[in-house]
C-alpha cells in the first residue's frame, strides 16, 4: 500500500522540490521568492568551498578585465602623449628667438625712412649721412692722433692716448664679432657708406654705436664739460645709433647690441687704462 507521505509531497505548507542531496529532499517556504537564475544551495556550498577556484573567478572577472585593460590603456596613452609633445613642440629659446627675430626684422623696415632718396623721408638723407661720418672710426682715429701729437700736458697725454687705445680696441672687437656672426646687413640698405673694409658688408654688430657709446662715455668722464656739452653728448650718441637705423644700415637690434658692447668696452678701457710712464716702460722693454 502506498505511503501517504509519497502521494502528498508538498503537504505541510512545503515548496516544490529544487534538488535532493543525498537522497533527501529540499524544501523551501512559500513564502520566500523563488529565484530560478541561482544554483542550487549544494552548488553554492561547492563553489565557495574551494579558495583557489574562487580566487581564480575574482581574477577572472568582467570588471577587473576592465579596470586592468583601462589602466594598461591610459598608461600607454599617457606616455604616446608625452613622447608626441616632446617630438613635436619645439622648445621655448627657439620659438622665442625666432619672434624677436621677425619683429626686428618688421621695425627696422618701418624705421628706415632714410634708405633711399625716394623713401618718405629722403629728404634727411644728407644730414643723417653726415652724422654717420662723425661717428666714422677714420675721423675719430686721426682726431686723437692729432691732438695727441699736439698735447703738451701730460694729463692730456694721457687722455689722448688711452681714447686712441680705445678707439683701436673697439675696431679689433667689433670686426672680430662681425666676422663671427656674418649677419647680413638689410636688404632695404645702399651700400654707399664712408670708407668702408671688408667685415663692413656684416651687420651686426654696429660699429658706429659701439664706438658712440664708448667715446661718449668717455668724454663725460675724463672731459671737464658744461652741462649743455654733456647734453650734446649724450644726443649725439643718440642720433648716432638712430642714424644707422634710419638710413637701412643696420637693424634695431644691431644698434642696441652695438650700444651694450661700447658700454663695456668703456670698461674695459679702465681697467687697461695706461699712463705715460706705463707706456714708455713698454716701449723701453721692446726697445
Same mark, same amino acid.
Given at each position: 500500500?502506498?505511503?501517504?507521505?509519497?502521494?502528498?509531497?508538498?503537504?505541510?505548507?512545503?515548496?516544490?522540490?529544487?534538488?535532493?542531496?543525498?537522497?533527501?529532499?529540499? +524544501?523551501?517556504?512559500?513564502?520566500?521568492?523563488?529565484?530560478?537564475?541561482?544554483?542550487?544551495?549544494?552548488?553554492?556550498? $561547492? /563553489?565557495?568551498?574551494?579558495?583557489?577556484?574562487?580566487? @581564480?573567478? !575574482?581574477?577572472?572577472?568582467?570588471t577587473r578585465r576592465r579596470g =586592468?585593460? =583601462?589602466?594598461?590603456?591610459?598608461?600607454?596613452? /599617457?606616455?604616446?602623449?608625452?613622447?608626441?609633445?616632446?617630438?613635436?613642440?619645439?622648445? +621655448?629659446?627657439?620659438?622665442?628667438?625666432?619672434?624677436?627675430?621677425?619683429?626686428?626684422?618688421?621695425?627696422?623696415?618701418?624705421?628706415?625712412?632714410?634708405?633711399?632718396?625716394?623713401?618718405?623721408?629722403?629728404?634727411? $638723407?644728407?644730414?643723417?649721412?653726415?652724422?654717420?661720418?662723425?661717428?666714422?672710426?677714420?675721423?675719430?682715429?686721426?682726431?686723437?692722433?692729432?691732438?695727441?701729437?699736439?698735447?703738451?700736458? !701730460?694729463?692730456?697725454?694721457?687722455?689722448?692716448?688711452?681714447?686712441?687705445?680705445?678707439?683701436? *680696441?673697439?675696431?679689433?672687437?667689433?670686426?672680430?664679432?662681425?666676422?663671427?656672426?656674418?649677419?647680413r646687413r638689410p636688404a632695404h640698405? $645702399?651700400?654707399?657708406?664712408?670708407?668702408?673694409?671688408?667685415?663692413?658688408?656684416?651687420?651686426?654688430? =654696429?660699429?658706429?654705436?659701439?664706438?658712440?657709446?664708448?667715446?661718449?662715455?668717455?668724454? @663725460?668722464?675724463?672731459?671737464?664739460?658744461?652741462?649743455?656739452? $654733456? %647734453?650734446?653728448? *649724450?644726443?649725439? !650718441?643718440?642720433?648716432?645709433?638712430?642714424?644707422?637705423?634710419?638710413?637701412?644700415?643696420?637693424? %634695431?637690434?644691431?644698434?642696441?647690441?652695438?650700444?651694450?658692447?661700447?658700454?663695456?668696452?668703456?670698461?674695459? %678701457?679702465?681697467?687697461?687704462?695706461?699712463?705715460?710712464?706705463?707706456? /714708455?716702460?713698454? @716701449?723701453? /722693454?721692446?726697445?
Open positions: 500500500m502506498p505511503s501517504p507521505k509519497a502521494k502528498n509531497p508538498v503537504r505541510g505548507g512545503g515548496s516544490p522540490v529544487f534538488g535532493s542531496s543525498n537522497g533527501r529532499y529540499d +524544501f523551501m517556504s512559500l513564502t520566500k521568492p523563488v529565484n530560478r537564475s541561482s544554483p542550487p544551495p549544494h552548488l553554492h556550498q $561547492r /563553489q565557495g568551498s574551494d579558495p583557489t577556484t574562487a580566487r @581564480l573567478r !575574482a581574477s577572472e572577472s568582467p =586592468s585593460s =583601462s589602466s594598461t590603456g591610459s598608461g600607454s596613452g /599617457q606616455g604616446m602623449a608625452e613622447e608626441d609633445g616632446i617630438r613635436l613642440n619645439p622648445s +621655448f629659446i627657439r620659438v622665442a628667438l625666432s619672434s624677436l627675430l621677425a619683429i626686428d626684422l618688421w621695425l627696422s623696415k618701418r624705421l628706415g625712412v632714410c634708405a633711399c632718396e625716394d623713401s618718405s623721408w629722403g629728404s634727411m $638723407r644728407p644730414l643723417m649721412k653726415l652724422i654717420e661720418i662723425s661717428g666714422h672710426g677714420i675721423p675719430w682715429l686721426a682726431g686723437t692722433a692729432y691732438c695727441l701729437y699736439k698735447s703738451d700736458s !701730460a694729463a692730456g697725454q694721457e687722455v689722448t692716448l688711452n681714447l686712441f687705445m680705445g678707439l683701436l *680696441l673697439d675696431l679689433v672687437l667689433v670686426g672680430v664679432v662681425k666676422a663671427v656672426v656674418r649677419r640698405n $645702399r651700400m654707399d657708406m664712408f670708407a668702408t673694409f671688408s667685415v663692413d658688408r656684416y651687420s651686426f654688430p =654696429s660699429g658706429h654705436a659701439t664706438r658712440a657709446a664708448m667715446c661718449g662715455r668717455f668724454l @663725460l668722464a675724463h672731459l671737464v664739460l658744461a652741462a649743455p656739452l $654733456r %647734453v650734446l653728448v *649724450l644726443l649725439w !650718441a643718440s642720433m648716432v645709433g638712430l642714424s644707422r637705423v634710419m638710413l637701412g644700415r643696420h637693424n %634695431v637690434t644691431d644698434v642696441m647690441f652695438g650700444f651694450w658692447m661700447g658700454y663695456c668696452q668703456y670698461n674695459l %678701457v679702465e681697467m687697461l687704462w695706461l699712463s705715460p710712464q706705463t707706456l /714708455q716702460g713698454l @716701449l723701453g /722693454q721692446l726697445g
